[in-house]
């Protein structure tokens, strides 16, 4: 499968990731790595840079942080 075929079904898959080990399932992944997993980890998976790992953390942690002091 050619890289462009991959990063598609990525972003349109709810399920799929970039890890034949776990049969491409980020379902399967985080049954086995229950306690979280490194930005590099996340990264190779998404294939995506450790940097938009980051932002896109940060930003969820904003979106929580504002949502929570509201109520």
Request: with cysteine; hydrophobic share 35%.
């Amino acid at each position: 499968m050619e890289k462009n075929e991959i990063l598609k079904k990525i972003l349109e898959e709810e399920d799929y990731i970039r890890c034949p080990k776990f049969s491409n399932s980020i379902n399967k992944f985080t049954e086995k790595n229950s306690e979280g997993a490194e930005n590099a980890t996340i990264a190779r998976l998404l294939m995506m840079t450790e940097e938009e790992v980051e932002r896109i953390y940060q930003k969820a942690i904003a979106i929580l942080r504002k949502e929570m002091s509201d109520e």
